[in-house]
């Protein structure tokens, strides 16, 4: 089936300082890809849908030059936490899709902003 | 706003078939059903979804009421493993962009 990697599983940073997540498909490629953020007790929210070749879009309320998105290809999307505060902890999940088939989730991304 | 309603909490005994429903009176007619599962700290896992037929996987089996206001998802022989939260989820296409999830069910399989 469909397999989606996402790295780092778990980072911690400071204060002030960026962060990176990648976000692959293994086995299939992928125009669209998703990101979600998930706080603790709460539901997977969408943040924004990653398009490969043009900008991402954001859904309400998320800032897009605090997470900056780039789909450089066609199996890569990155999510950048710019400037990253404490209330910026949570876990950060990317899904994507083969053509015609159902949406596939990373392992996620645990950030811990010190 | 998600357009399903699942009950907070069940319990399955292991070994046991778990039954989820989940009510989604306004559902389109491009609509699918999708249900999804996240177990602790990882990220949610396809588990089936259909349109109007009833589905059967390896993982489970989707049963969808001939009105499709309502739907469950059967577990036919819960373990440990299966405790989870599950969310059932409307998308539109088979191949489902956008998913909008909602509070989900958390099952507990008790030993």
Redesign the interface.
């Known amino acids: 089936g469909a397999v989606?990697s996402?790295h780092p599983s778990r980072v911690i940073c400071k204060s002030g300082t960026s962060v990176k997540i990648e976000c692959r498909s293994l086995d299939f490629q992928a125009t669209?890809m998703?990101w979600?953020r998930q706080f603790p007790k709460q539901?997977?929210?969408?943040m924004a849908?990653s398009n490969e070749g043009s900008k991402a879009t954001y859904e309400q309320g998320v800032e897009k030059d605090k997470f900056l998105i780039n789909h450089a290809s066609l199996t890569l999307s990155t999510l950048t936490v710019t400037s990253a505060h404490p209330e910026d902890s949570s876990?950060y999940?990317c899904?994507a899709?083969?053509?015609?088939?159902?949406?596939?989730?990373?392992?996620?991304t645990?950030l811990t902003v010190t | 706003d998600a357009k399903t309603t699942q009950p907070p909490s069940m319990d399955c005994a292991e070994g046991r078939a778990a039954n989820l429903p989940c009510n989604h009176s306004t559902i389109s007619g491009n609509e699918y059903v999708y249900w999804y599962r996240q177990i602790h700290s990882q990220g949610p896992q396809y588990i089936i979804h259909g349109l109007k037929n009833n589905e059967t996987n390896e993982m489970a089996s989707l049963i969808i009421t001939e009105d499709r206001k309502s739907s469950t998802l059967i577990l036919p022989h819960a373990t440990l493993r299966d405790t989870a939260v599950y969310y059932c989820i409307l998308g539109v296409g088979a191949g489902s962009y956008q998913l909008t999830f909602g509070k989900g069910t958390k099952l507990s399989v008790i030993p």
Do not use: A, C, K
């Open positions: 989606v996402q669209t998703f979600y539901s997977l929210m969408l849908t876990f999940i899904s899709s083969p053509l015609n088939s159902p949406l596939h989730f990373g392992n996620g645990r």
